[in-house]
């Protein structure tokens, strides 16, 4: 009974864990700049330079991750 539980905790935190890692999912600054490493001036020089893009429709500058993670393997 116990380890039903623990197994179906471990399942959600693993579904969890692969819904944040998915390549198509959008990052405010904040999460970018903790994701890389990176400080927001960084990342908001690269989007200036045109050299990471990044929308702003929202009003807020958000980025893909697989657009983070090209940019970075340059």
Do not use: C, H, P
């Amino acid at each position: 009974m116990a380890e039903d539980r623990v197994n179906e905790k471990l399942n959600r935190i693993i579904s969890i864990l692969e819904d944040k890692n998915t390549s198509n999912r959008w990052m405010d600054i904040t999460e970018t700049s903790k994701y890389s490493s990176l400080s927001k001036s960084t990342l908001r020089r690269a989007v200036l330079n045109k050299q990471l893009s990044a929308s702003n429709n929202t009003g807020k500058t958000l980025f893909k991750i697989d657009e983070v993670e090209r940019w970075l393997s340059r």
